[in-house]
């Protein structure tokens, strides 16, 4: 199915509901299309991020500590 065919079937449907039915399917509608636009925009901001080269420099950090300097080693038991 196409996409305007999509629409005017949900428009037929919309025409025949009493006007408090299609105005809960327009508020339906409007948290869809506000939903899509966050997660359009969240991903545009990880694509960013990814590519950023803002935090390159902590990878080029030496490691301040190694194992041998721990005084005992949690191995995750109470």
């Known amino acids: 199915m196409t996409r ?14 009493p006007e408090e039915k299609a105005i809960e399917i327009a508020d339906f509608a409007d948290f869809i299309s506000k939903r899509y636009e966050e997660q359009s925009l969240s991903e545009g901001i990880k694509q960013i991020t990814n590519s950023s080269v803002a935090f390159d420099f902590l990878s080029k ?18």
Do not use: F, H, P, W
């Not at 999509?6 to 037929?12: A, C, G, K, M, P």
């Not at 950090?61 to 109470?78: A, M, R």
């Open 4 to 17: 305007q065919a999509v629409i005017e079937r949900t428009i037929d449907a919309i025409n025949r509901l």
């Open 61 to 78: 950090e030496e490691d301040l500590y190694e194992l041998s300097d721990l005084k005992k080693i949690y191995n995750g038991e109470g």
